[in-house]
């Protein structure tokens, strides 16, 4: 199977910056996206970023033009750098991985644990 381990998250002040990073390992066939979710405290999980094989990114709306993900597709291994951190960017945040661990499996998301991101005001 996939296994997602992250790093990377912390207390900061706001207009502050912090990266997070996401590795891949285990038995992995092919990895189609990976990405980043939060879920800040009494908040359903959100999208975050995303970045497809094909090289096209996503960003939610409120951290357009501060957030920027990247994805190095020889190691396996998905960045965040978040830039201009405000209060309301406190969350867990999750990487996922769309994945297929063999070629008889199917495609199926991959979760890390999470790492806590605290942006004081």
């Known amino acids: 199977q996939v296994q997602l381990v992250e790093s990377g998250g912390g207390l900061v002040q706001a207009g502050g910056s912090l990266r997070l990073s996401c590795a891949a390992s285990?038995?992995?066939?092919?990895?189609?996206?990976m990405g980043w979710y939060r879920q800040g405290p009494g908040k359903q999980r959100e999208l975050v970023a995303r970045?497809?094989?094909?090289?096209?990114?996503h960003y939610t709306d409120s951290v357009k033009g501060r957030f920027t993900i990247s994805r190095d597709g020889t190691t396996n291994t998905v960045y965040l750098q978040m830039n201009s951190l405000k209060p309301e960017d406190t969350a867990v945040y999750f990487c996922?991985?769309?994945?297929?661990?063999?070629?008889?499996?199917?495609?199926?998301?991959?979760w890390g644990q999470g790492t806590q991101v605290t942006v004081s005001s």
């Open positions: 285990g038995s992995i066939f092919s990895i189609n996206a």
């Open positions: 970045s497809i094989s094909d090289k096209t990114t």
């Open positions: 996922y991985a769309d994945a297929k661990a063999y070629t008889w499996t199917p495609w199926r998301n991959y």
